[in-house]
């Protein structure tokens, strides 16, 4: 069955599943995993199921999954409701839960009352098959706080987890299987292993990063996105270790006092800054410069010009180099955020004028970021099947490289995830600046 995904890594790694299920993936049809993050991001995947369902083979269905078709957990019962455009298609629409536990016949859910017990059910099925380069492996799906522009949580509804041995044999196989880079990813990854994701001091991924050290063979732990109230002590430890990808993407959403109160967001502008200054002022075993990135929201309710400078001049003092920036969505409906209801709702013209201010100061920085690896030694993970006139991946600290801006030594070998060292030439232009929404694997 072909496969389309919108959205994030959580998207990726059910996607993956649905995949494996038994049975599944020799229906007839098209996946679809869909994206409520922003309108934008719903028209894309509507518009694709509107096309899709024009095409099918004999018997084919259109299956939707990931946020837009879940509601506090389970498959929405409100779809048509919130989706009315989709309707005169529903006889070749089916959908889906978040995972092929929730369809009969296939291995059922564990129904435990901690939060690691409902999600045991979900490894082992994943281990075998690896749709992508890299392993995306979920950790931690669903959320128990209420950022009140947060539509993914009305989505994923609580916050559960997996328990580390079973996360640890999933990567240790594929390690054994010659991968060398998984992705720790979810809704608010940093919570895992707290009793409620509210009580971030409870979080205790480090502890799972330490053991899939100490116990697979793993090269690179990656972690997709961290709220910045994970980043202890010991999570900033965790990234001076040459075994963690050099790259700590943040959801920070605003760098303004008033704004962050408002989204209920759990730190205060001070709060990040000196959270940022610790992160920049690591110095790593292996000495690879930390890049970071950030989620960042333009033009929530109330937001002042002063505010949106309080944002760009996080992104300056802390040189963030990646930018997954979003206009704020009220959201329409059945959908609507809590923050739709705030007064001060900024006007669209303003939020379009933030976005390009934000993402072009992102550009500046970006590129000086790269400047300063001109000539540096890199470690290349090439994907696809690289040869030494043409390959592409990403360093060791998220640089995008290709032939184009990196120059390997000399008598390496070839060959998808084997590491590369080499040189970096700054290439104006070269590298990748920001996240696609649309899947990029
Ligand atoms: S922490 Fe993240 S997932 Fe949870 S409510 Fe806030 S924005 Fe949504």
């Not at 100490?214 to 001076?240: A, Q």
């Amino acid at each position: 069955m072909e496969y389309r995904i919108f959205g994030c890594k959580t998207n990726k790694y059910f996607t993956d599943k649905w995949m494996a299920a038994p049975g599944f993936a020799s229906k007839p049809g098209i996946f679809v995993a869909s994206c409520v993050v922003t309108e934008n991001a719903k028209r894309k995947w509507k518009r694709f199921v509107k096309k899709a369902v024009l095409e099918l083979p004999e018997g084919g269905k259109v299956y939707i999954s990931g946020c837009g078709s879940i509601s506090e957990g389970k498959v929405s019962d409100r779809f048509y409701d919130e989706y009315p455009d989709l309707s005169p298609f529903r006889e070749k629409i089916e959908l889906l839960g978040e995972d092929p536990d929730d369809v009969p016949g296939f291995p059922q859910k564990k129904s435990g009352n901690t939060p690691s017990d409902r999600l045991r059910s979900l490894g082992a099925a994943l281990s075998k098959s690896n749709l992508f380069t890299r392993k995306y492996s979920v950790i931690q799906t669903g959320c128990d706080n209420r950022c009140t522009f947060c539509l993914t949580v009305a989505a994923r509804w609580s916050h559960k987890w997996r328990p580390k041995d079973e996360i640890v044999a999933e990567i240790a196989e594929f390690a054994q299987n010659g991968g060398v880079e998984t992705v720790l990813t979810g809704t608010n990854v940093g919570a895992w292993g707290a009793e409620d994701s509210n009580r971030f001091d409870d979080g205790r991924l480090p502890d799972l990063v330490e053991a899939l050290w100490l116990e697979t063979d793993i090269r690179r732990v990656r972690i997709s996105s961290l709220g910045p109230e994970f980043l202890s002590n010991r999570m900033l430890d965790i990234f001076r270790q040459p075994r963690a990808h050099a790259y700590v993407h943040l959801s920070i959403q605003s760098g303004a006092d008033a704004v962050l109160k408002k989204m209920r967001r759990k730190y205060s502008a001070s709060q990040l800054r000196e959270t940022l200054s610790a992160l920049r002022a690591i110095r790593r075993t292996d000495g690879v410069k930390i890049s970071v990135g950030a989620d960042l929201i333009v033009g929530f309710p109330g937001e002042t010009d002063s505010d949106f400078e309080d944002t760009l001049s996080i992104v300056r003092d802390y040189s963030i180099v990646q930018v997954h920036a979003f206009p704020f969505s009220p959201h329409e409906g059945l959908h609507a955020v809590p923050a739709s209801k705030l007064p001060d709702q900024v006007p669209e013209k303003t939020k379009a004028e933030r976005m390009s201010r934000l993402l072009s100061l992102a550009d500046d920085i970006r590129e000086k970021f790269l400047k300063e690896h001109d000539g540096l030694e890199l470690e290349l993970l090439p994907e696809g099947s690289p040869s030494k006139e043409a390959f592409s991946g990403w360093s060791e600290n998220h640089i995008a490289l290709s032939e184009k801006n990196f120059v390997p030594h000399a008598g390496q070998e070839w060959r998808k995830w084997r590491p590369v060292r080499g040189v970096y030439r700054y290439v104006p232009g070269a590298s990748k600046i920001y996240w696609q929404i649309q899947s990029d694997t």
